[in-house]
């Protein structure tokens, strides 16, 4: 069943572990196109001694309706704690790749991802050709639906898309192609002659047989090879989707691997013995785990007759403050090749693709890569999920290799190249209790409220939006830049870096802003209505004192952005101190991977202090001083004699550039309290920032 073009709708396969007490019909859109439906009919079925599993159809041409977040648009209900358990008893994998192209990612939603612009397929199934609707991409890619889960668990408490891999291949032939040298269409004649896929014939007037590709597979790690025992492997998401070629891949998560496990004989057994598979949740962390990160066991090896491997990622995604984020960590790699000083990035591996002859060559890349990771960048505090992605070598797609055999020119609508690949199963980390109430909390609306903020009305936002041009910061992340709005509803946002920590929903910012590219906005009543692609992001505006809130629609009732007065550095302040720390001391990497963590981590504690209105400047000023000694106490350590001086003149600094305003606040306050140990406290800060002038300025 594929996706209705009036309802679109998730359109699962199902799947019985035994056929011992199947029913005599399988459960069809004959009976309902509601999903839900579908699901009370599967745990009617487990209820009767049926164990049944369903897998999801690809998403990326389902119109935003696969992952929705608030609404189920097939029937209007909210997204809460039953639909999501409910969906997730039943399904349990999802396909991330088939004949109509990939649903992990978009470059729109994952701008930071040089490989999200793989076999794209952008259509609405059976739309008739004089309706202009577009397929929508917010809600129809899994890795976006991995991130909004994960905020869901965080600020609601349920996850509704704690799913694995698979791949299928949505032929609907008697044989499916699952090879780019052997792809011979997926709907009988309607695409199965070399002429009728260069024709690009429309299928149901939407589907350009053009952009089809051979159909995906789904790897499965069972302890046998029986129906009940894959089956198991299924539920329990010990799987992988491939885009074709049989790569193999496997993924364990720990807090102890020793980091030259990869290389033992057993391997396997000690990952099984001291960790999770991919699939399921990381165990509980370890107690007075202070520093621990957890650890990641990687391994792929190629499919004997397809290209060699280029690398393997990790693709981590976390959530704070109902913002979500996410990074690719280039993990293991063939050649020696060097990963960028600055990004981390691994260079591209060289192409042996002939674009004559359609051919290429295994002289480049491996044919296993494993290796052992830790997670640099770990905040036990913060909800994440990470999994593994698999890339072969650039080999010729099949509208190459067909053409050249016909000796006609390629098709120019899709690229001439591709990189095979496979994904594994998520692996997810939840936080305890405790450290999740020791992390510092963000603004909400609410909270602006209760301290007497008003929300800007229509005639307000008007004034502080059309024409205007402010700073904004992020204060989740420290992220500054500007937007600027046009009278004629044309907006851009400036001063964003390609490595910068964007939350989800902002586009391809970095990208537009050095480019010139504008995108359009509008005001409806007191919500400013910004876009990503067709998507609207509502933003409302609360001033409280002086100063300028804003929230977005998709970060959950969080007020996380503040107008600022123009800087006079665009570098997220983050950024900067944390550069001036490693370059002034002389860090070695050792240093490197034991201090910026720390240095990271009272950086947020000052700006959540900062920007905390419920304190007086003396409680500020109390909580400074004790963030600064537990700072000290971590770093001097790992610090020798001559790094310790520099460093306690630029921790002082730091202190007073992130709060030297608070000091002048409250210098009244205490002067009026004639607190001679508050009194103490203000001296000390005033003369960090006096430091800071010279330092600094």
Not at 517 to 535: F, M, N, P
Request: glycine share 8%.
């Amino acid at each position: 069943m594929d996706v209705d073009a009036e309802q679109p709708q998730p359109a699962p396969q199902r799947l019985f572990r035994d056929c011992a007490k199947v029913p005599d019909y399988p459960f069809s859109s004959l009976d309902s196109n509601l999903p839900t439906e579908l699901w009370n009919w599967m745990d009617g079925q487990r209820k009767s001694g049926n164990e049944v599993l369903a897998i999801s159809h690809n998403a990326n041409v389902s119109d935003g309706w696969m992952y929705p977040t608030d609404i189920d648009n097939t029937t209007g209900r909210p997204i809460d704690a039953a639909w999501a358990e409910s969906r997730m008893r039943n399904e349990r994998l999802i396909e991330i790749k088939q004949g109509k192209g990939q649903s992990e990612a978009h470059p729109l939603l994952s701008p930071n991802d040089e490989f999200a612009n793989y076999e794209m397929y952008e259509a609405l199934l059976g739309l008739p050709a004089d309706v202009g609707r577009i397929d929508r991409i917010t809600g129809s890619y899994a890795r976006q639906a991995l991130k909004d889960g994960i905020t869901l668990q965080d600020q609601q408490g349920f996850n509704p898309y704690k799913f694995g891999m698979a791949g299928g291949s949505d032929s609907h032939n008697s044989a499916s192609p699952y090879r780019q040298d052997n792809f011979f269409g997926l709907h009988a004649d309607a695409d199965g002659t070399v002429e009728r896929r260069f024709a690009g014939a429309l299928i149901g007037g939407t589907m350009d047989v053009r952009l089809e590709n051979p159909g995906g597979l789904t790897g499965v790690w069972a302890e046998e090879n029986t129906r009940s025992s894959l089956f198991d492997a299924m539920y329990r998401k010990e799987t992988f989707g491939v885009s074709g070629p049989r790569i193999k891949v496997r993924f364990f998560g720990g807090w102890d691997y020793d980091k030259n496990l990869a290389a033992a004989k057993d391997w396997v057994k000690q990952s099984y013995a001291g960790g999770v598979p991919m699939g399921t949740d990381l165990p509980p962390m370890p107690t007075g785990g202070l520093g621990i990160a957890p650890t990641f066991v990687v391994w792929a090896v190629k499919d004997p007759t397809s290209g060699n491997l280029d690398r393997v990622q990790v693709i981590k995604g976390w959530t704070k403050n109902g913002q979500s984020f996410e990074k690719i960590f280039d993990v293991a790699w063939a050649g020696d090749r060097k990963p960028d000083k600055w990004s981390g990035r691994v260079p591209a591996i060289q192409s042996t693709v002939n674009l004559e002859t359609a051919t290429y060559d295994n002289s480049v890349g491996a044919t296993e890569l494993k290796t052992v990771w830790t997670d640099p960048e770990f905040d036990a505090s913060l909800h994440a999920f990470y999994y593994a992605r698999v890339l072969e070598i650039p080999t010729p797609r099949w509208t190459l290799i067909q053409a050249v055999k016909a000796g006609i020119p390629p098709p120019d609508v899709v690229p001439l190249t591709g990189q095979e690949r496979a994904w594994s199963s998520p692996i997810w980390f939840t936080p305890s209790t405790e450290a999740q109430k020791s992390a510092a909390s963000g603004m909400t609306v609410a909270d602006l409220k209760t301290k007497g903020a008003a929300t800007l009305a229509n005639p307000e936002l008007k004034d502080l939006i059309v024409g205007k041009a402010f700073w904004l910061r992020n204060n989740v992340t420290g992220e500054q830049f500007s937007q600027n709005f046009t009278e004629d509803g044309q907006m851009i946002v400036f001063r964003v870096g390609a490595n910068a920590d964007m939350p989800s929903g902002f586009g391809n910012v970095a990208r537009d802003g050095s480019q010139g590219r504008t995108s359009a906005y509008r005001i409806e009543g007191d919500k400013l209505i910004t876009l990503v692609s067709q998507e609207p992001y509502a933003w409302t505006f609360h001033k409280l004192g002086d100063t300028y809130y804003a929230a977005r629609s998709n970060e959950f009732g969080y007020a996380n952005y503040e107008i600022i007065a123009a800087p006079q550095i665009a570098v997220n302040p983050l950024t900067a101190i944390t550069n001036q720390f490693s370059t002034e001391l002389g860090l070695n990497q050792q240093q490197k991977g034991q201090i910026l963590p720390i240095l990271n981590d009272e950086i947020a504690q000052l700006q959540a202090l900062q920007g905390n209105t419920s304190l007086s400047g003396a409680k500020k000023l109390e909580q400074l001083r004790g963030i600064g000694v537990s700072f000290d106490e971590k770093v001097k350590p790992l610090l020798n004699p001559q790094q310790q001086v520099k460093f306690q003149a630029l921790r002082d600094a730091l202190r007073a550039r992130v709060l030297g305003k608070i000091a002048e606040g409250a210098g009244a306050k205490l002067e009026a309290a004639a607190d001679a140990h508050l009194e103490a406290m203000q001296q000390d800060l005033q003369s960090a920032k006096a430091k800071l002038e010279k330092a600094w300025l």
